[in-house]
């Protein structure tokens, strides 16, 4: 009965090389978020889509990007992944983008960057 | 800029000990709390949130919670902590400037000796 599946749970890239993680809810909720969370740091929004509305934050490099092809998926793009992108990648869903509605978090994805 | 301090860094425990988490955050503006925990190999699940009303916020497992607006704080509390308690625990604060995003503390790792 999982609600928030991210894909894979561990993923190994090398420096530079293109690499995509996944991101799929069964919750029909109409936000989805992409945190990274970097060793004994605080999770950190990188963005968010609410419904098919891309939400950048302004810190977010270029390097990341994000695919949200339909309610339930939602993709994110490291362009040219460098060593310091070695973190883990939390997904998050939400009904609604207010604070009055929960965020539902994925297991998360942790990226090697070798 | 709003951020979020857990002091705590790693909190070591015997059971039946009460436990106080600390939690501090910096935003003059309307917020919505909340703890999460990450029990090892798991995902973040939510433990309790204030939004508004009695201060006092009770969560699942036997936490709570006591919002002091003047102090800035929300600080988590637990009477009598068992072995299962082993977990990260991670302070958020939502605020309402613009999209739904949760600021994280960079967490308090508790240990529960048996």
């Known amino acids: 009965d999982a609600m928030v599946i991210q894909n894979p749970r561990y993923q190994v890239t090398q420096f530079g090389k293109p690499v995509t993680l996944s991101c799929s809810q069964t919750?029909?909720?109409?936000?989805m978020y992409w945190y990274q969370q970097k060793s004994s740091q605080a999770p950190k929004l990188l963005f968010h889509?609410?419904?098919?509305?891309?939400?950048n934050e302004a810190d977010t490099p270029d390097n990341f990007q994000s695919r949200r092809p339909n309610t339930s998926f939602c993709f994110l793009d490291i362009r040219s992944p460098g060593l310091g992108d070695a973190a883990m990648y939390l997904c998050?869903?939400?009904?609604?983008?207010?604070?009055?509605?929960?965020?539902?978090f994925g297991p998360g994805t942790r990226l090697t960057v070798t | 800029a709003q951020s979020v301090s857990q002091h705590n860094h790693h909190v070591i425990l015997s059971e039946a000990a009460s436990l106080e988490l600390g939690c501090n955050y910096s935003y003059g503006g309307t917020v919505n709390l909340f703890w999460y925990v990450q029990y090892p190999g798991q995902h973040l699940q939510l433990l309790l949130k204030y939004f508004s009303g009695d201060p006092l916020v009770k969560g699942i497992k036997g936490f709570e919670a006591e919002f002091i607006k003047s102090k800035f704080s929300f600080n988590l509390r637990k009477p009598s902590v068992q072995w299962s308690d082993t977990a990260e625990y991670f302070c958020?604060?939502?605020?309402?400037?613009?999209?739904?995003?949760?600021?994280f503390g960079t967490g308090t790792r508790l240990t529960v000796i048996p």
């Open positions: 889509y609410y419904d098919k509305d891309f939400n």
């Open positions: 958020a604060v939502l605020t309402f400037t613009g999209a739904n995003n949760l600021f």
């Open positions: 998050a869903t939400s009904r609604e983008p207010t604070g009055y509605y929960e965020q539902y």
């Open positions: 919750l029909n909720h109409n936000v």
